[in-house]
Structure formats: C-alpha cells, structure tokens
C-alpha cells in the first residue's frame, strides 16, 4: 500500500472526525513540524481551544458579502469548528425576505429570511442561530450531530436551546423541538450522534451516550451508547477506528466481558468491526468491505 503524506491524512482525519479535530487527534497522522507549516500556510486552522478545522472565512465571506447577506446553517456550523455529518458543497447564506438577486445568487445554497440583529454576528449566524437554521432545515441524524458539538464545545448550553426552540416559529418547529429535546453534550463525535440517531427512530430504544458499566463495584467498560433497561450496548467504531489487529481484538474481549460478566447485548457498529450479539463468538476474521 502507496505512503500517504501527511497533508493527505490531516485532510483524511478531518473528514473522518467531521471536519473538526483536536491536536492530539492530528499528531498521529503527522508530526509538529507539518501541522505548524499547514497552520501559517493556511490549509489548518485553529477555531477553539485545542481544536482544529479547514478554514471556511474566505469563500462563505465573499459568498455572503455578494448577495448582501450572511453566511448560515451548514456553512456558519463549519466556520464555529462544529461537527458535521456532512460539509456543505455550497456556501449557505441567508437573505432578506423579498430580496430579488438575479444572477448573484448562483453556486449558493440560500435561504430567504429576515433574520433579528441579535442572530448575527459580523457576516454570519451566532452559533445558537446556527444550531437552530439547522434543526429545523436538516435530517434530523445531521441537525443533531450540529447540536451535540455545539453543546460539547460549549458554543451554546442546553436552556438556551431549549428556550429559543420553545418559541421557533411554526415552520419547522417540530423539528428544532426534537433536535432540543435530543441534543447531548456527553455525544464524543459525529458517527456516534448519527448512531444515536438512527436509535432514536427504534420504538423502545432508549440509548444513553458514554455510559460507564460496572458490575460488583468492578469498571467493565465506557461504551458509546447503551440502553441500561434493556441491557444494550452500541459501539460506534470498526476496524478502520482502531487501526490495528491489536486494538480490534482488544475491543472484541470487551464486549465479551461485558456479555459473560454484565449480561449484557453488545454490538459494534461498522462494516469491519466485531459484532457480538448476546454471547455469540466473535468471526476470527473482520470483513473486508466497507458498507
């Protein structure tokens, strides 16, 4: 297998920790040196405290100064370092209500709005006027993984979601509610908001993010996602996650712990991972695909 160069895997890391990384996250895929040259050069750049994202400022910018608006939803999430299940392909911006543009606004994603001065923040949506154009215009698997870096970030905190969702307009209102209701600062990135997503829409699921597991006053595990009434755990994580044979089977003899020792249903989510359903052996092989 060819070498991947440096700048290639800190693009690759990005994209596969929703464009938002911290440093230590970016050191195993290069050295100081590199990371130091990409941030003066421009390619990397520091948005909160430890965390690391590709820059967005100049073309949403240019895109919202074009059309005399400001740069929101996916776009403004990008700009803050937030989490995404998706990038946008083009730069959102929101405009005026009864705004006519013309040819201007092509190659924009836009959105016709009158937004209230305590919305924005320079050229583009604060991060609580952000979280809500997203929840109440995304997939809810994508608006929640927005509100949960959000909230783990501390961008925003959970009463001011909620109160503002309280009073959302009636378009979309049901949307931004569940995103409110759902949201959780405890989420450790965007595949396992997505995960928690997709079991939020299972009848009688009930999954609780990072939850520590011990039995007889003995640590099992901290698992992703687990539903402690039914006695299911979710991982959200494959082979590819751990990156090595070693780490694989480490998290294997976990989940067999857990099942032997707890009780308890394990299962990893991921096309090369190991699955464990209420004590089943594990396949001495992962898969070879990816789904």
Known sequence: MPEILPHAAVSRLLTERGWVASWGDLRTVADRGTLETLLAAGPLQRVARGRYAAPVEIPARLAAERVAGVASHRTAAQH???????????????????????GRGKGLHLSYRSLPTSDIDGWIT?????????????????????????????????AQLVDRAATWPTRGRQRVLRVAAHADPRASGPIESVLRAICL?????????????ERLGKFLALVDLADERLRIVIEAEGFEFHGDREGFDRDCRR???LVAEGGWCCASRGST???VIAGSPRSSQPPSHTE
């Not at 803050?80 to 013309?102: D, E, F, I, N």
């Not at 979280?131 to 970030?153: G, K, N």
């Not at 829409?201 to 597991?213: A, K, S, Y």
């Open 80 to 102: 803050y370092g937030l989490a995404m299940k998706w990038v946008p392909s083009q730069p959102c911006v929101t405009v005026r209500r009864g705004r006519s543009l013309g």
């Open 255 to 257: 989940y067999d712990e």
């Open 201 to 213: 829409e299972i009848p009688g699921l009930r999954v609780t993010p990072q939850v520590r597991i």
């Open 273 to 275: 991972s190991c699955v």
């Open 126 to 158: 604060t991060p609580l006027r952000t979280v809500l154009d997203c929840a109440a215009t995304l997939p809810f698997d994508e608006a929640l993984t927005i509100a949960d870096s959000a909230l783990r970030d501390r961008k925003i905190t959970r």
